[in-house]
């Protein structure tokens, strides 16, 4: 149980172009999904964490007009990278959490987005 | 402000050896803290976590782990090393807002 599935699971784009990656969790339902960056070698910096309905919350430094987040259903999460340039390429992970104070999240096996 | 330190970027033991690999954390109150392990291009997979009680922890793939509070550490353990255990390993500790990771450190196994 508590599988979280990401799609596409790599991608390339050319500079100015949008991509979306989608998040689900596939056999519980997620009050809260989280998305992360991950730069190589490095750890998983939060970019934001979206609520079921409502707006998502951006870590200080995250362009929200630029990554978009929709939280459309207990079970969907998508991000939306708009207008990619070649400094947005890196690792894209989501991870889900199954109820509301909860501290336990589950990830998904991550995207890896290359913009040319 | 929570945060997580693991000292070790890169550690290397050989197939069979022991391994402890360190992790300290800040953390304000009762931390919940958790291991997860990352292969390469793959997402985080728990090994376990520390929630209360028993402060020795058993996970999966026969890690463990011991929370100590007096020294704000949650060291992870195995008593032989497996060259599959070759991979990223993240500690973290959580709050009902987010996770917070420490760098990570990555492990090398030799045959």
């Known amino acids: 149980g508590a599988v979280v599935s990401q799609h596409p699971s790599w991608v390339i784009c050319k500079s100015g172009t949008s991509v979306k990656i989608e998040c689900r969790s596939l056999d519980f339902q997620a009050t809260t999904m989280f998305w992360y960056r991950q730069f190589p070698k490095q750890s998983l910096m939060l970019m934001a964490t979206s609520n079921e309905g409502s707006k998502a919350t951006y870590e200080q430094g995250v362009e929200k007009d630029k990554f978009l987040i929709n939280h459309a259903s207990l079970t969907l999460s998508t991000l939306t990278v708009t207008s990619a340039h070649p400094e947005d390429s890196s690792f894209y992970i989501c991870?889900?959490?199954?109820?509301?104070?909860?501290?336990?999240?589950?990830f998904g096996p991550g995207t890896r987005l290359t913009v040319t | 402000a929570q945060s997580v330190t693991q000292p070790d970027i890169h550690i290397t033991v050989s197939e069979g050896a022991s391994l402890e690999l360190r992790c300290n954390y800040s953390y304000g109150a009762t931390p919940y803290l958790f291991w997860y392990v990352q292969s390469p291009g793959q997402g985080l997979q728990l090994l376990l976590k520390?929630?209360?009680?028993?402060?020795l922890v058993q996970g999966i793939k026969g890690f463990e782990a011991e929370f100590k509070r007096s020294q704000s550490s949650f060291n992870l353990r195995k008593p032989s090393v497996h060259w599959s255990d070759a991979a990223e390993y993240f500690c973290?500790?959580?709050?009902?807002?987010?996770?917070?990771f420490g760098s990570g450190t990555q492990l090398t196994v030799l045959p």
């Open positions: 991870s889900a959490r199954p109820e509301r104070g909860s501290y336990e999240q589950y």
């Open positions: 520390y929630f209360s009680g028993d402060t």
């Open positions: 973290a500790v959580g709050s009902a807002r987010q996770l917070t």
